[in-house]
Nanobody, 121 residues
Framework: QVQLVESGGGLVQAGGSLRLSCAAS????????MGWYRQAPGKQRELVAT???????AYADSAKGRFTITRDNAKNTVYLQMNSLKPEDTAIYYC???????????????WGQGTQVTVSS
Protein backbone atom coordinates (compact mmCIF):
# COMPACT_ATOMS: atom_id res chain seq x y z
CA GLN A 1 0.00 0.00 0.00
CA VAL A 2 1.07 3.55 -0.75
CA GLN A 3 -0.43 6.67 0.80
CA LEU A 4 0.03 10.32 -0.07
CA VAL A 5 -1.15 12.58 2.72
CA GLU A 6 -1.46 16.32 2.11
CA SER A 7 -1.65 19.07 4.69
CA GLY A 8 -1.44 22.83 4.92
CA GLY A 9 -4.52 23.98 3.06
CA GLY A 10 -6.91 26.54 4.46
CA LEU A 11 -8.47 29.97 4.12
CA VAL A 12 -6.27 32.97 3.45
CA GLN A 13 -6.80 36.52 2.27
CA ALA A 14 -5.59 37.66 -1.12
CA GLY A 15 -1.89 38.46 -0.99
CA GLY A 16 -1.29 35.93 1.74
CA SER A 17 0.76 32.75 1.79
CA LEU A 18 0.27 29.06 2.43
CA ARG A 19 2.62 26.09 2.48
CA LEU A 20 1.34 22.71 1.40
CA SER A 21 3.04 19.46 2.32
CA CYS A 22 2.59 15.95 0.98
CA ALA A 23 4.23 12.90 2.50
CA ALA A 24 4.37 9.56 0.70
CA SER A 25 4.46 6.44 2.82
CA UNK A 26 4.13 2.70 2.49
CA UNK A 27 5.87 0.18 0.29
CA UNK A 28 8.05 2.46 -1.87
CA UNK A 29 11.23 1.56 -3.74
CA UNK A 30 11.81 4.90 -5.46
CA UNK A 31 9.97 8.09 -6.30
CA UNK A 32 10.48 9.80 -9.62
CA UNK A 33 8.57 13.01 -10.24
CA MET A 34 6.37 14.55 -7.57
CA GLY A 35 3.97 17.35 -8.21
CA TRP A 36 0.99 19.45 -7.33
CA TYR A 37 -2.19 19.77 -9.33
CA ARG A 38 -5.36 21.69 -8.61
CA GLN A 39 -9.01 21.58 -9.54
CA ALA A 40 -11.37 24.51 -9.18
CA PRO A 41 -15.16 24.05 -9.18
CA GLY A 42 -16.42 23.36 -12.67
CA LYS A 43 -12.94 23.12 -14.13
CA GLN A 44 -10.58 20.34 -15.09
CA ARG A 45 -7.64 19.36 -12.93
CA GLU A 46 -4.54 21.29 -13.98
CA LEU A 47 -0.84 21.12 -13.34
CA VAL A 48 0.61 23.58 -10.86
CA ALA A 49 4.22 22.45 -10.44
CA THR A 50 6.42 19.36 -10.63
CA UNK A 51 9.85 18.38 -9.35
CA UNK A 52 12.05 15.47 -10.33
CA UNK A 53 14.11 13.36 -7.95
CA UNK A 54 17.10 15.40 -9.06
CA UNK A 55 15.41 18.68 -8.22
CA UNK A 56 14.44 19.88 -11.68
CA UNK A 57 11.27 21.94 -11.47
CA ALA A 58 8.52 22.99 -13.83
CA TYR A 59 5.66 25.42 -13.24
CA ALA A 60 2.39 26.41 -14.81
CA ASP A 61 2.47 29.98 -16.07
CA SER A 62 -0.03 30.92 -13.37
CA ALA A 63 2.38 29.72 -10.67
CA LYS A 64 5.64 31.15 -11.95
CA GLY A 65 7.12 33.78 -9.69
CA ARG A 66 4.65 33.12 -6.88
CA PHE A 67 4.86 29.40 -6.06
CA THR A 68 7.92 27.31 -5.20
CA ILE A 69 8.02 23.53 -5.21
CA THR A 70 10.64 21.66 -3.20
CA ARG A 71 11.11 18.12 -1.95
CA ASP A 72 12.91 16.21 0.75
CA ASN A 73 13.88 12.86 -0.76
CA ALA A 74 14.87 11.43 2.62
CA LYS A 75 11.33 12.05 3.89
CA ASN A 76 9.52 11.27 0.62
CA THR A 77 7.86 14.65 1.01
CA VAL A 78 7.06 17.42 -1.43
CA TYR A 79 6.18 20.99 -0.53
CA LEU A 80 4.48 23.87 -2.29
CA GLN A 81 5.13 27.36 -0.97
CA MET A 82 2.44 29.66 -2.30
CA ASN A 83 2.90 33.42 -2.00
CA SER A 84 0.91 36.39 -3.28
CA LEU A 85 -2.19 34.24 -3.43
CA LYS A 86 -5.11 35.36 -5.56
CA PRO A 87 -8.81 34.44 -5.41
CA GLU A 88 -8.35 32.52 -8.68
CA ASP A 89 -5.95 30.18 -6.85
CA THR A 90 -8.94 28.82 -4.93
CA ALA A 91 -9.14 25.09 -5.63
CA ILE A 92 -8.57 21.64 -4.23
CA TYR A 93 -4.85 20.93 -4.45
CA TYR A 94 -3.76 17.37 -5.12
CA CYS A 95 -0.36 15.82 -4.60
CA UNK A 96 0.96 13.39 -7.21
CA UNK A 97 3.89 10.98 -7.07
CA UNK A 98 5.21 8.79 -9.85
CA UNK A 99 6.84 5.95 -8.00
CA UNK A 100 7.99 2.34 -8.08
CA UNK A 101 6.97 -0.02 -5.33
CA UNK A 102 9.61 -2.59 -6.23
CA UNK A 103 12.66 -2.58 -8.57
CA UNK A 104 10.83 -4.75 -11.10
CA UNK A 105 7.49 -2.97 -11.15
CA UNK A 106 6.81 -0.20 -13.63
CA UNK A 107 6.35 3.32 -12.22
CA UNK A 108 2.79 4.28 -11.40
CA UNK A 109 1.02 7.52 -10.52
CA UNK A 110 -0.41 7.88 -7.04
CA TRP A 111 -2.61 10.71 -5.81
CA GLY A 112 -3.41 12.26 -2.47
CA GLN A 113 -6.92 12.95 -1.26
CA GLY A 114 -6.65 16.69 -1.86
CA THR A 115 -6.53 19.73 0.38
CA GLN A 116 -8.76 22.78 0.01
CA VAL A 117 -7.19 26.18 -0.57
CA THR A 118 -9.55 29.15 -0.42
CA VAL A 119 -8.35 32.69 -1.13
CA SER A 120 -10.74 35.47 -0.19
CA SER A 121 -10.73 38.84 -1.89
Amino acid sequence: QVQLVESGGGLVQAGGSLRLSCAASGSIFSINTMGWYRQAPGKQRELVATITSGGRTAYADSAKGRFTITRDNAKNTVYLQMNSLKPEDTAIYYCNANLQRTPTWAPYDYWGQGTQVTVSS
